[in-house]
């Protein structure tokens, strides 16, 4: 991928704009801009905008329910985007003309059926997410997942899920991955442009302060508990229909990074976010957790030789 570090930063909705995948990029690893559900235009704009802070590469991430995804795909042909992570769904249909630009393709996948899936249909590597992970989960542990997903695919293994410092990075190489994708860490990097108020719960947060709100629908995510996830949760309890949920979620997401609001937007955060305690640079979360890996391999590594 042309990059120093293999470090990935999650393709976050709201929170993987221009100026957080520049300092990414800029710091040695890949910064990926989240489209979401963004028009394609407005994809290309945080492209090029990217483009002004650096000159390393940086990828989108591709939400394939959207239903602008087909002209986003497009837009990152167009603008000669060389790596694109992918999420909820299949990018088969869009894997000829990926191929045909040049474009490696990682997506992201929640078991082994998915990851073999994957490979089947061209994938250059997939991104092993975990549970633990912020946002929109799956049901196995990245301690679980990561080494079946390795053992059954050929292609890299990108870990992601609970990562957020050098020792995970460690146990992610000794699972069989290649890479690590994390996105809390960096949900609380200077150069992110979420809110100061959304930060501070991240900062603040302890072991058991996320929760998986949307079971009952098939789509759950983690998040850091607040009021929202309490009502959401209470609802669900309730036999509360899809419409009803959708309703008091509508809009959170853009309410918690973008306003600050801590009551009724959604906090997505990994369970990695007990450990983030300080708001640091890109530059400096990367050196730090990769100086921190290298020192746990030495270690180990010399522990069992001897």
């Not at 990561?146 to 995970?168: E, F, N, T």
Request: net charge negative; hydrophobic share 45%; charged share 25%.
């Amino acid at each position: 991928m042309g990059i120093e570090y293999p470090v990935i930063q999650g393709g976050m909705a709201w929170v993987a704009e221009h100026h957080l995948a520049a300092a990414v990029s800029e710091a040695g690893g890949l910064g990926i801009i989240g489209a979401a559900s963004a028009p394609a235009e407005i994809v290309r704009q945080e492209i090029r905008m990217a483009r002004e802070l650096t000159d390393k590469p940086v990828g989108v991430n591709i939400m394939l329910m959207n239903p602008n995804a087909p002209e986003v795909v497009q837009v990152v042909i167009e603008e000669g985007v060389k790596v694109v992570t992918t999420g909820a769904g299949n990018p088969a249909r869009f894997m000829k003309d990926f191929k045909e630009a040049g474009v490696k393709v990682m997506p992201v996948v929640a078991s082994v059926a998915m990851a073999k899936m994957m490979e089947r249909c061209g994938a250059d590597a997939v991104v092993a997410e975990g549970m633990e992970s912020g946002g929109h989960i799956g049901s196995i542990t990245t301690m679980a997942l990561v080494p079946q997903v390795a053992d059954a695919v050929s292609i890299p293994v990108i870990a992601a899920g609970g990562i957020g410092d050098g020792r995970g990075i460690a146990a992610a190489f000794m699972l069989g991955a290649e890479a690590v994708q994390m996105g809390t860490r960096f949900v609380v990097a200077e150069e992110s442009i979420v809110h100061n108020n959304y930060k501070e719960k991240v900062l603040k947060a302890k072991d058991i302060d996320s929760e998986i709100t949307g079971s009952t629908t098939g789509h759950p995510i983690r998040q850091i508990r607040n009021q929202m996830s309490r009502e959401y949760l209470k609802l669900e309890k309730e036999g509360a229909g899809l419409e009803e949920l959708e309703k008091l979620t509508l809009g959170s997401l853009r309410r918690a990074v973008m306003d600050g609001d801590t009551v009724s937007g959604t906090l997505m955060a990994g369970q990695i976010a007990g450990l983030v305690k300080k708001e640091q640079s890109c530059r400096e979360i990367i050196e730090e957790i990769m100086r921190e890996a290298g020192d746990v391999l030495k270690k180990e590594c010399g522990r069992w030789a001897e």
